[in-house]
């Protein structure tokens, strides 16, 4: 079965960095969308960043272009990564990765995605 497992959240001062990881094993189908969203409490789930396997097309919200990046990792191609940097008190909330079969470089922002992650936790102080 499909499992999406993240890591490298934490606690961090404004204006700090993290890496987070994203392990994706069963997966089935490829090319893919893997996005990360995030979800503040009391806020909706929101889209922050895709990759599409396919053409290595990425897309980064505007709330954090510039600060953040995702790649995928070269050598373990089912590992995506969120890199996190300027981080402020409001980026603080739960981040997820998820994954869907695509066929198109356009990922969707919303979250129709197949399978998600269980979350890590970054809070910005």
């Known amino acids: 079965h499909v499992q999406l497992v993240e890591s490298g959240g934490g606690s961090v001062q404004a204006g700090g960095s993290l890496r987070l990881s994203c392990a994706a094993s069963?997966?089935?189908?490829?090319?893919?969308?893997m996005g990360w969203f995030r979800q503040a409490p009391g806020k909706e789930r929101e889209a922050v960043a895709a990759?599409?396997?396919?053409?290595?097309?990425?897309?980064v919200a505007d709330s954090v272009k510039g600060r953040f990046a995702i790649s995928q990792d070269n050598t373990k191609k089912n590992t995506m990564y969120l890199d996190m940097n300027s981080l402020k008190p409001e980026d603080t909330a739960m981040y997820y990765c998820?994954?869907?079969?695509?066929?198109?470089?356009?990922?969707?922002?919303?979250?129709?995605?197949?399978?998600w992650g269980q979350g890590t936790q970054v809070t910005v102080s």
């Open positions: 069963g997966l089935t189908y490829s090319p893919y969308c």
């Open positions: 990759h599409y396997t396919g053409t290595a097309t990425t897309y």
């Open positions: 998820a994954s869907r079969p695509n066929w198109s470089s356009t990922c969707p922002q919303t979250l129709d995605y197949t399978h």
